[in-house]
């Protein structure tokens, strides 16, 4: 069973950093692709950065280049996003997922079929 597992989430200062992880299990293809996604209340679900494990590629959504880094362990199904820099607008549910599909590197969720619980993220002005 496929289980994604997010931490890291908290309360924090604007400008301040956080640090989430995302664990992914239960299954064993080598190519795939791990997203962040947020969502913010009474808003869409966005689609916040990705990293594809066949080739280390990354994707960021305009709103947070520049301040947040996505990476992996080496190419395990162990994600980090590394979100400095945080602002108010940054506050609601992040998900991550997983996509073993290569056109999930446009963030498109449709194609994105495992998911996390999500971990919340509150940005205080």
């Known amino acids: 069973e496929v289980q994604l597992v997010e931490s890291g989430g908290g309360l924090v200062q604007a400008g301040g950093s956080l640090r989430l992880s995302c664990a992914a299990s239960?299954?064993?293809?080598?190519?795939?692709?791990i997203g962040w996604f947020r969502q913010a209340p009474g808003k869409e679900r966005e689609g916040v950065s990705c990293?594809?494990?066949?080739?280390?590629?990354?994707y960021y959504a305009d709103s947070v280049m520049g301040r947040f880094t996505i990476s992996d362990d080496n190419g395990k199904p162990t994600v980090y996003l590394q979100m400095n820099s945080l602002k108010p607008e940054d506050t609601a549910v992040y998900y991550c997922?997983?996509?073993?599909?290569?056109?999930?590197?446009?963030?498109?969720?449709?194609?994105?079929?495992?998911w996390g619980q999500g971990t919340r993220v509150t940005v205080s002005s």
């Open positions: 239960g299954f064993t293809f080598d190519r795939f692709i």
């Open positions: 990293i594809s494990s066949r080739d280390g590629s990354t």
């Open positions: 997922a997983l996509s073993f599909s290569p056109a999930a590197q446009a963030m498109d969720d449709l194609y994105y079929d495992y």
